[in-house]
């Protein structure tokens, strides 16, 4: 592809996915043509791994071209719902959302669009603006909290108080599921 000199590239916009199937088994599938997917598996946490390492390669091997237009931009601002005028060096994102889960969206955006998008994570090599977390390369994830419930395998003087209290307790009277019980009727 062959551009004039000074003219703007389309950002560029890498989609991977895990589809599942009605018997239990998943594909992984990349927007790019070219990328070899692993066979229609039902180990799904094989899939899973296989496509966030398969997200991953393609942003080692793709870096934010400077004359690259904002991809959420000419996708009408798809990501964010907050109106924007894209501006600003381009960078690469992340997009995963964990709730959903099974897609990860690599894409090039402009300054102004990446702190609008919601789970986005600026992939290292760019200064970050401000509201996009960058990810710690060096730094290790600091100790997960201490949970404020304690147990312990061996029975403690809290065991025998809990223990006695549910025995002083009357027992809770059933209440039937029959017709005569619901509402309405």
Not at 19 to 38: E, F, I, K, L, Y
């Amino acid at each position: 592809m062959s551009s004039l000199p000074g003219s703007r590239l389309p950002g560029r916009t890498w989609t991977v996915r895990l589809t599942g199937h009605p018997d239990h088994s998943a594909t992984v599938a990349c927007s790019t043509a070219a990328c070899r997917m692993p066979p229609r598996s039902k180990d799904l946490n094989a899939l899973r791994r296989f496509a966030q390492q398969h997200v991953q390669a393609h942003a080692r091997s793709a870096t934010p071209r400077p004359n690259a237009t904002c991809a959420c931009g000419a996708a009408d601002c798809r990501h964010h719902t907050t109106r924007t005028t894209c501006t600003g060096r381009t960078l690469l994102v992340l997009i995963h959302n964990r709730i959903v889960g099974d897609v990860w969206t690599l894409t090039e955006v402009c300054q102004a669009c990446a702190p609008h998008i919601v789970n986005a994570t600026l992939l290292p090599g760019a200064v970050a603006p401000p509201g996009i977390p960058v990810p710690a390369a060096a730094n290790p994830a600091p100790p997960a909290p201490v949970q404020a419930t304690f147990s312990s395998p061996q029975p403690t003087d809290a065991d025998d108080v809990s223990a006695a209290r549910r025995s002083q307790r009357p027992p809770r009277a059933r209440r039937s599921r029959g017709a005569e019980n619901r509402r309405g009727r």
